[in-house]
């Protein structure tokens, strides 16, 4: 059984919600507790009611959702009822904020944050929310669930252990914290008295002189320093080249003092892994088919880079922006992009899916899921599987909540469904689709919990057969670089918690 106050990190699949189910079911019965709140995506919803009535036919229970228009009245019944039966309430975490006055007001014995990576940016508006609402519960039990509970970072420890209890994370704050295990550089802002906005790494004063001598403007030959430009923290004369310094932040570059980190993580969370707890389980493995681009991505490809030479080079790399360069030459691997206006185009090659349909001409009549994170490039795939008449379900964004489950169970379900074509983001959270023992990573998105979520809808209690996870990577691209750096995060995470067949979760604080 749990201890109070406690994180779980297992590996995706092995029964983080029957563990936590079975966790109620005791105190209900022992104390007396009847009354849990679990905080999850909306899109483990579905997961916690078919686990629930799966597992307590033989109790008499209730599980209630409160979330969208539900959330009121929901919350009012609880208020006003006696609640004397073993009673769930699920709710997410975007709703949380805006319930957690009232949820203060119920008898909560306990609350589990399920997929708790969601509430790792400490100074995220629902993370803030999670951390108020624990701290005004003072005798209510917390719990962490998750199998990617670093996700990109480590700084995300801070938060977690924060949740268990105030000190758990062994430092005073959360500058503190990433001091201590982070390593980062400072990036400063700057506007060049032209209008562009430029970015220097620095880590010495040296480095400005080097930056100068190291770029030049847009549609220039000559550096900054060849230009005469100097950095400078107030305006100088419109008429004097220089660089006007606006702000600066902290960009993480790596990490450090991991074994300090793992002995935290050792005091407060039980850590366990399939090898550990189902050794049965069938063997996964990651193949790479390299995808070549024709004549016409590699002219595209290699115009947009040129375009954006000086941005790439000044911009911090990101995808949250849709005109970002990165994004765009990211789109242009994939075979489409987005003009200023939003408005897809598409290439008349399309690589990826001519050796996307090779892999299903190999794979048979197996079922085989697909992954894409770009709603361009599902659409487009699903138009190359009704040409070769393959009959396959799809999941995206604009696919309604309520209609998921019921096209995952016709694809699970009906033999002649091959395919379920999906975006990691939307399915790749509390399905199992261990019917299918083959995946196509159509493109990876930057972000490893997203990868490991969307690998493990497959390889989980209940696979009989080896999983195959096939990354289709456009050569001579980013994508490449993107899917390295995806690795070296999963390998950080393990050095974090991995360690003894099963960690002690105790409540002293760490050396």
């Not at 998750?146 to 005073?172: A, D, M, N, Q």
């Not at 595209?300 to 080079?313: D, G, N, P, T």
Request: proline share 5%.
């Amino acid at each position: 059984m749990l201890i109070e106050n406690a994180a779980l990190w297992l590996d995706m699949g092995l029964g983080k919600t029957l563990v936590s189910l079975a966790y109620f079911l005791i105190r209900h019965r022992r104390d007396g507790k009847n009354l849990f709140l679990v905080v999850c995506p909306t899109t483990v919803f579905t997961a916690w009611a078919e686990e629930a009535a799966k597992h307590l036919t033989k109790i008499d229970h209730a599980l209630v959702i409160a979330h969208g228009e539900r959330k009121a009245t929901a919350l009012r019944a609880l208020q006003l009822g006696d609640n004397k039966k073993l009673t769930v309430v699920v709710t997410s975490y975007e709703t949380l904020p805006k319930i957690a006055d009232r949820l203060i007001q119920l008898p909560l014995a306990g609350i589990v944050f399920d997929e708790c990576s969601k509430v790792k940016n400490f100074n995220a508006y629902r993370t803030q929310a999670a951390h108020a609402l624990v701290k005004q519960m003072p005798n209510t039990s917390v719990h962490l669930l998750s199998g990617t509970p670093s996700s990109t970072s480590v700084g995300g420890f801070f938060s977690l252990y924060e949740l268990l209890g105030t000190g758990r994370s062994g430092s005073p704050n959360n500058y503190a914290f990433h001091t201590r295990y982070i390593t980062s550089v400072r990036i400063v802002k700057g506007r060049v008295h032209t209008g562009e906005t430029v970015f220097c790494a620095v880590e010495r004063d040296s480095d400005y002189d080097r930056w100068l001598h190291n770029h030049r403007p847009p549609n220039s030959s000559f550096s900054y320093a060849d230009l005469g430009y100097v950095w400078a923290n107030r305006p100088f004369p419109p008429t004097t080249p220089h660089i006007r310094i606006l702000n600066s932040f902290q960009k993480p570059t790596g990490v450090k003092n991991l074994p300090a980190l793992h002995q935290i993580t050792l005091r407060n969370a039980y850590v366990l892994t399939k090898e550990q707890v189902a050794p049965e389980l069938p063997a996964k493995s990651m193949t790479v088919r390299e995808v070549a681009l024709t004549d016409e991505l590699k002219a595209a490809y290699r115009q947009c880079r040129e375009e954006h030479h000086v941005a790439l080079q000044q911009t911090r790399f990101s995808f949250s922006a849709m005109n970002n360069p990165h994004m765009k030459l990211h789109q242009i691997a994939n075979g489409f992009f987005y003009d200023a206006q939003g408005q897809v185009h598409w290439f008349d090659s399309q690589p990826k899916i001519e050796e996307l349909l090779n892999v299903l001409e190999e794979a048979g009549r197996q079922k085989v899921v697909i992954w894409s994170p770009f709603r361009p490039q599902i659409e487009a795939v699903c138009q190359a599987l009704r040409k070769e008449e393959i009959l396959h379900e799809t999941i995206h964004g604009g696919v309604h909540q309520n209609q998921r489950q019921a096209l995952v169970k016709r694809f699970r379900q009906d033999p002649e469904i091959r395919c379920l074509v999906a975006n990691p983001d939307v399915a790749g959270m509390g399905l199992t689709l261990v019917e299918s023992h083959l995946a196509v990573v159509m493109t990876n998105w930057y972000k490893c919990d997203v990868r490991a979520q969307l690998i493990d809808r497959l390889h989980r209690i209940g696979q009989n057969h080896p999983v195959t996870v096939v990354d289709l990577v456009s050569t001579g691209t980013l994508e490449p670089h993107i899917l390295n750096c995806l690795r070296n995060n999963r390998q950080i995470e393990g050095m974090v918690l991995t360690g003894r067949r099963l960690t002690g979760a105790t409540t002293n604080d760490p050396d």
